[in-house]
């Protein structure tokens, strides 16, 4: 079984700065796919930033300059580092992990979301 831990949402300040993490445990053979979704209040989740499988890193036009994914392989973690914040940047953020379980399976993962507010 695999599980995806969330942390880091907060209220913050427009202008400052946040960093989420999603780290990944279980039964894991290898992860293909990491990255982060938002869904704001009333509006369908959306892609902000991933590391697709065997490409480069894709971000949300919405986000480029302002947030950067990372990974931690060794680690199983994934992260978001989000700067400048904007009060459109509110949503629940959610972790999003496409792995290969070691009994050989395709898994498509989410973690269980954390809030991110804005004010102005």
């Known amino acids: 079984q695999v599980q995806l831990v969330e942390s880091g949402g907060d209220l913050v300040q427009a202008g400052g700065s946040l960093r989420l993490s999603c780290a990944v445990s279980g039964s894991i053979f290898s992860i293909n796919v990491m990255g982060w979704y938002r869904q704001a209040s009333g509006k369908q989740r959306e892609l902000v930033a991933v590391?697709?499988?065997?490409?480069?890193?894709k971000y949300a036009d919405s986000v480029k300059g302002r947030f950067t994914i990372s990974r931690d392989n060794a680690k199983n973690t994934v992260y978001l580092q989000m700067n400048s914040l904007k009060p459109e940047d509110t949503a629940v953020y959610y972790c999003?992990?496409?792995?290969?379980?070691?009994?050989?399976?395709?898994?498509?993962?989410w973690g269980q979301g954390t809030q991110v507010t804005v004010s102005s």
């Open positions: 590391f697709p499988s065997g490409g480069s890193t």
């Open positions: 999003n992990v496409v792995l290969i379980t070691m009994l050989h399976r395709r898994e498509d993962c």
